[in-house]
């Protein structure tokens, strides 16, 4: 079983549109987590930090479900601009530790107009 | 703001030639690492750095050196290219593996072995 597992997509969904993606995660231990996004032929960049309360960032929503192991991300009023590859990302040990970040293999969006 | 700086971009080799992956971060990060991207598979770890002269594997090692001798540069060597390191590689650095830390990745490296 991969540490982290995402749907790969693609989700075709039309403007404005709410969307929501889900990340699995096998390590319990694991603290850290976040959302990144990387457009085609690009680096990926950090979107946001998850918390374990749950955090808001415009349009964009961040759960976390320990009990479950799962990390969710909620995108309302979907813009064209949205159209990306969303990566979920774990820190297996959330400390100093030799662990490194480890990704999922992202899930693809696309926004039609 | 240079950030994370990789070169070169595109590279094309041949089976058996060996070359070295620049990376250098202006940002005083302890931690880098290199990462390679192939369709369906995510990013993967190669090797990583927490401090100068500090390095270890990660999950693809294989056929990969890397040394730290310099807090700002992490070089990753292909010692005698194959086909199946044909990929983009990533190097990325943070200012450590704890807690909520942005990691910074560089615009990534084309690479298409022969």
């Known amino acids: 079983r991969k540490e982290v597992e995402q749907d790969p997509g693609p989700f075709n969904v039309p403007e404005g549109a709410t969307v929501a993606f889900n990340c699995t995660y096998s390590?319990?231990?694991?603290?850290?987590f976040f959302w990144y996004r990387q457009d085609c032929r690009k680096e990926p960049k950090l979107l946001m930090s998850?918390?374990?309360s749950g955090n808001e960032d415009g349009r964009f929503t961040a759960q976390l479900n320990r009990a479950s192991q799962y990390i969710s991300l909620l995108i309302r009023d979907s813009k064209l601009s949205d159209s990306a590859t969303y990566l979920c990302?774990?820190?297996?040990?959330?400390?100093?530790?030799?662990?490194?970040?480890?990704f999922g293999s992202g899930t693809r969006l696309q926004v039609q107009p | 703001n240079a950030g994370v700086t990789q070169t070169p971009k595109f590279q094309v080799l041949k089976t058996g030639q060996s070359m070295t992956l620049q990376c250098a971060q202006d940002?005083?990060?302890?931690?880098m690492s290199w990462y390679r991207q192939d369709p369906g598979m995510g990013l993967r770890l190669i090797h990583y750095?927490?401090?100068?002269?500090?390095?270890d594997q990660g999950e693809v090692p294989n056929g990969y050196n890397v040394s730290r001798s310099t807090t700002e540069d992490f070089p990753l060597r292909l010692l005698s290219a194959a086909p199946s390191q044909t990929s983009v590689y990533f190097c990325?650095?943070?200012?450590?593996?704890?807690?909520?830390?942005?990691?910074?990745f560089g615009e990534g490296s084309w690479l298409t072995v022969v």
């Open positions: 390590n319990s231990a694991s603290q850290s």
């Open positions: 998850v918390y374990s």
């Open positions: 990325a650095s943070s200012r450590s593996t704890a807690g909520v830390n942005t990691i910074y």
């Open positions: 750095s927490v401090g100068a002269g500090i390095t």
């Open positions: 990302v774990v820190n297996p040990l959330g400390d100093t530790g030799r662990r490194a970040l480890t």
């Open positions: 940002m005083n990060h302890e931690y």
